[in-house]
């Protein structure tokens, strides 16, 4: 058995923590937590107390939140080449909070129809939808990959709110945007785990689903 262990939904977060999975390719075994009662269960809650996939747990250690599960795996299988180089450090991390931060709270926002008034910008990370979408795309139209020529862990995240946001209506369709998806869309484990989730969603129970 691995001590490696994935804990998602395939209508969730968890599709990001699976591609990063796919990525370094190292065995894992996958827990299918349902919403309602199963993912608010005290058993569940002693992985993750907020009660919310995805989640890893790996021996004893437990890492909850996608960006960070993704910069957890990429530095401990280092094999796998998706942590950043000490040239890529800046970079890689700029972009992966910007996604974590501004990124998704001004999606969120707008797709709750909050509307931020101009003059109280200031108070929030992201101060405008439009400044939001413009520094992404300088973010992706800079180099090939978002911490340089070369595919990171970072590009896992990142990509992963273009592509939903792209799918969704709720991120641009720019076309520097559609170009950088493309590539990550590609790679045999983007389309490795996508199969798999796509296959546990197919075996799931709507009324368990969400």
């Known amino acids: ?4 262990v994935l804990y998602t939904n ?13 990525e370094v390719a190292v065995p894992y075994r996958t827990e299918i937590v349902t919403y309602g009662p199963a993912m608010k269960s005290l058993d569940y809650r002693s992985v993750n107390p907020m009660g919310k996939v995805p989640a890893i747990k790996h021996g004893a ?3 909850t939140e996608c960006a960070a599960i993704c910069a957890y795996l990429a530095e401990t299988f280092p094999e796998a080449g998706l942590a ?7 970079a890689y991390f700029r972009w992966m909070f910007f996604a974590a931060g501004p990124l998704e709270a001004a999606v969120t926002n707008r797709s709750l129809g909050i509307n931020v008034p101009e003059d109280r910008r200031r108070m929030v990370g992201y101060g405008s939808f439009e400044s939001v979408m413009d520094t992404l795309e300088y973010a992706v139209s800079a180099t090939s990959y978002i911490a340089g020529k070369r595919f990171t ?3 896992v995240y990142v990509g992963s709110h273009i592509g939903w946001g792209l799918q969704f209506g709720s991120i641009e369709k720019r076309p520097a945007f559609e170009a950088y998806c493309r590539r990550l869309t590609a790679r045999p484990a ?14 799931l129970p709507q009324a368990a689903a969400g």
């Open 153 to 155: 862990a970072a590009d």
């Open 1 to 4: 058995m691995t001590d490696l």
């Open 84 to 90: 950043p180089t000490a040239d890529e450090r800046g």
């Open 190 to 203: 983007w389309q490795r785990a996508n199969a798999l989730d796509d296959a546990a969603m197919a075996e």
């Open 61 to 63: 250690t437990i890492v």
């Open 10 to 22: 395939p209508m969730s977060r968890g599709r990001i923590a699976r591609v990063m999975l796919e």
